[in-house]
């Protein structure tokens, strides 16, 4: 579906593409580190130019934590509206020493471009701007209506973004959204993600005694609030690896055996996976695959705990007190809400005589999932296959992103997570890298899927 | 069985003895805090100069890591030698901030003297030496032949101090040890401890994943080392509150009938205890009462934990590794080897698979029980009841006290636990005190204690 003249201008283009890629790279836009707070202003205003120069008129709101770039071409009647979302700010790239160029130096290395933000998300935001600069210049202007959305504190988990996308609803209204910030399956499998996990994150802590006593003097009589905590963690889950929080399964949707299936012709090495993990045994409900676990099945797991003296050498001492953290993944139509409510049930049931239980939501994400078999999407997998050659996989992610129940939340759209990056790209990581040729594949892919949208 | 001399001389020096136990808290010897190292050596000195006073040959051993005071009379061979066993050393006054008075400064108050150290140890230490000093002046040596071991480092947990009595126990051979580190079971209650609790203390740490693991794109298969730390945890008590370690109550001696009996006659307020501990219900064995759960049965607790993330906020991690402190309190005839065993045979068969368990010892001491019938015991006992005019009543403690088991297996003698303080002396608490009555009746007590056992 991809425009011959599209296509020739994008091959002709990849050199500079690839420049454009470098110098984006160069900004160290890392939201984390508040002395960094100028580098990611610059950057989004040279990504706001580059918007303009592909026909976009483009401003930077500073008004949230970190500014956003939003962008727009002509919105026109008679043709849907396409949104894409990015995030121009990267992961602080420590620790240095383990980096084998400067992570603000993008180096090309076996056909990679290696750099921090190379993969997430730089790379492949640009190919976006690559495919809306084709359409402006070959044929004036793209397919569809453009809106462009790109933050500045994707890592930071997108704390302001909720709440600028609701106040900017209107300008924001679109019928379709595109997202490129996840991964092929594999080298050599196209991807897009359909369904994310959400979370509920709580901070639980379990008073005893009202003072630290001796464990000499009290021991024996004194509740001990480590213990107790430990009997309720660990009667969080059964001898099958399920869940015990009072209807923490009652909304899960089941596994169609059509998914089962898809997921089953899906390549994926358990031994691979415990090897990475260096364990010789998995976890998790022993009636699912590993990947039926981690993409359509929530989990629980306890992400912190603390209590008494954790110091070089004994102390003999029963502590007042205790206290974890504990989250869940959630999947589709599990709500944050209902899991709290059931976790505080199972505490409140399950607390020994003379302790007190608190308990703090400290984050609460849904879960997000759509029909891979709606329009839009066979046209973005039709997209993806025409670029990169290959069929495209339907895949989920256990990992949350915010912004997707976000965009159906506030905008009513069902975000298509085309992603352009490898498994092994390093996100996160030290030399973060992206592959050269997917900034040329993934443009084609964008511009594919505009084309495609006009025709729906 | 005092002689009235004895009374007497006792009687008209209760001025003198209050000085000296003034000057003698006046020393900040805190062995915890090496800058009070000279302070230490300086009290020792003090001390040994006091026992020089009293008719016996004294003098300061510098050798272990703080000095030993040793001091013996005239040994003949046609009476008995008691040791007695005491510790100059006290416990860091903090927090400052909540002394009536400086720690330093003894402080008469309402029959009180205030002050750091003075109940533990150096109150009753002194009324020792006080009948030694009676009987030196009155008669020119005491009944029995006296010997005397003063540590420094008791409030260390006397690291050195069995090595010590290793390497020295010729010179310390004795027929009784009498020791004066306890407390009345209540005001008015005269009390001998006739048995302690052993313990033994761990670190256990549990190992999962190879690293710290993103709980988004791994939990549903990654083993979690806190919940499986949690589980194992949480499983060693059973829900009667008794430790499910293999063979833990094994060895344990049965409550007899006549102690069980004793214990219940005590005077032992439930209610008391649990208003003193903030709580509404206590923990332990449910076929037990509170005070033989304290006393006459083990008990386990976790002392402390960690693992993943304990900061502000969420963070969506499996850690790779978890940890935990825990020991055992004992009771005859346990043995910390066996328990350390079967708590090892414990965590293995029950840890999940994809995990790793390593135990630490860091703590093991033998529980002492003695015979509260015996010969010694029963003149202690006479002679405490003498001196405060009151039974005396005998009672154990959930504590361990290092000394005795050393005493027990080194010299091979049983410790006659005389105790001269009052549960609410506020030992190791800002606002120490020792009830200055207790100084003179202490005395009359350890000078009857020396006539008794020449008799025996």
Same mark, same amino acid.
């Given at each position: 579906m991809l425009d011959d003249a599209i296509r020739e201008f994008l091959a002709a283009r990849r050199g500079e593409h690839l420049a454009r890629l470098k110098e984006f790279i160069r900004f160290p836009s890392v939201s984390a580190q508040s002395d960094h707070q100028g580098d990611c202003l610059a950057c989004a205003r040279w990504l706001a130019e580059r *918007? $303009?120069?592909?026909? =976009?008129? %483009?401003?930077?709101?500073?008004?949230?934590? #970190?500014?956003?770039?939003?962008? +727009?071409?002509?919105?026109?009647?008679?043709?849907?509206?396409?949104?894409?979302?990015?995030?121009?700010?990267?992961?602080?790239?420590?620790?240095?020493?383990?980096?084998?160029?400067?992570?603000?130096?993008?180096?090309?290395?076996?056909?990679?471009?290696?750099?921090?933000?190379?993969?997430d998300d730089k790379g492949p935001l640009l190919t976006w701007l690559a495919a809306a600069e084709a359409y402006h210049n070959v044929a004036g202007e793209a397919p569809?209506?453009?809106?462009?959305?790109?933050?500045?504190?994707?890592? *930071? $988990?997108?704390?302001? =973004?909720? %709440?600028?996308?609701?106040?900017?609803?209107? #300008?924001?209204?679109?019928?379709? +959204?595109?997202?490129?910030?996840?991964?092929?399956?594999?080298?050599?499998?196209?991807?897009?993600?359909?369904g994310l996990r959400g979370l509920m994150y709580v901070e639980v802590t379990l008073a005893g005694?009202?003072?630290?006593?001796?464990?000499?003097?009290?021991?024996?009589?004194?509740?001990?609030?480590?213990?107790?905590?430990?009997?309720?963690?660990?009667?969080?889950?059964?001898?099958?690896?399920?869940?015990?929080?009072?209807?923490?399964?009652?909304?899960?949707?089941?596994?169609?055996?059509?998914?089962h299936v898809a997921f089953e012709r899906l390549a994926f090495d358990e031994d691979a996976l415990?090897?990475?993990?260096?364990?010789?045994?998995?976890?998790?409900?022993?009636?699912?695959?590993?990947?039926?676990?981690?993409?359509?099945?929530?989990?629980?797991?306890?992400?912190?705990?603390?209590g008494g003296y954790a110091g070089e050498g004994p102390k003999t001492?029963?502590?007042?007190?205790?206290?974890?953290?504990?989250?869940?993944?959630?999947?589709?139509?599990?709500?944050?809400?209902?899991?709290?409510a059931g976790l505080r049930e199972y505490l409140q049931a399950h607390r020994p005589p003379g302790t007190r239980v608190d308990m703090k939501v400290l984050s609460a994400e849904e879960p997000w999932l759509v029909h891979p078999g709606s329009p839009a999407l066979v046209a973005a997998r039709a997209a993806m296959?025409?670029?990169?050659?290959?069929?495209?996989?339907?895949?989920?992610?256990?990992?949350?992103v915010p912004v997707t129940s976000q965009l159906q939340a506030h905008l009513g759209v069902d975000a298509l997570m085309m992603g352009y990056g490898l498994p092994d790209d390093r996100v996160h990581s030290p030399n973060e890298k992206f592959r050269i040729e997917h900034l040329y594949r993934g443009a084609l892919a964008s511009a594919s899927l505009m084309a495609r949208l006009a025709e729906l």
């Open positions: *918007l $303009g120069g592909a026909g =976009l008129t %483009a401003e930077v709101d500073e008004s949230p934590g #970190r500014p956003v770039v939003l962008a +727009a071409g002509e919105q026109r009647p008679d043709r849907p509206t396409l949104l894409v979302y990015g995030h121009y700010d990267v992961q602080p790239p420590d620790p240095l020493e383990l980096w084998d160029s400067p992570p603000f130096e993008p180096t090309e290395r076996d056909g990679d471009l290696v750099g921090r933000g190379a993969s569809v209506n453009l809106k462009v959305l790109v933050e500045g504190e994707e890592e *930071l $988990g997108s704390p302001t =973004l909720a %709440a600028f996308i609701q106040s900017n609803a209107e #300008r924001l209204r679109c019928h379709h +959204a595109a997202i490129s910030d996840t991964a092929f399956h594999a080298d050599g499998v196209p991807s897009i993600t359909y005694p009202g003072r630290d006593l001796h464990s000499g003097l009290y021991g024996g009589v004194a509740v001990n609030p480590i213990s107790a905590l430990a009997t309720l963690l660990g009667g969080l889950h059964d001898e099958n690896g399920r869940v015990t929080i009072p209807g923490f399964y009652d909304a899960v949707e089941p596994i169609t055996p059509s998914e415990k090897a990475d993990l260096g364990t010789d045994a998995l976890a998790g409900e022993k009636r699912y695959t590993p990947l039926e676990r981690l993409w359509a099945r929530p989990a629980l797991d306890v992400n912190g705990i603390w001492v029963i502590p007042a007190i205790a206290g974890a953290k504990l989250s869940a993944r959630l999947v589709c139509s599990q709500s944050s809400d209902a899991v709290i296959a025409e670029a990169f050659e290959a069929d495209c996989a339907l895949i989920r992610c256990g990992a949350s």
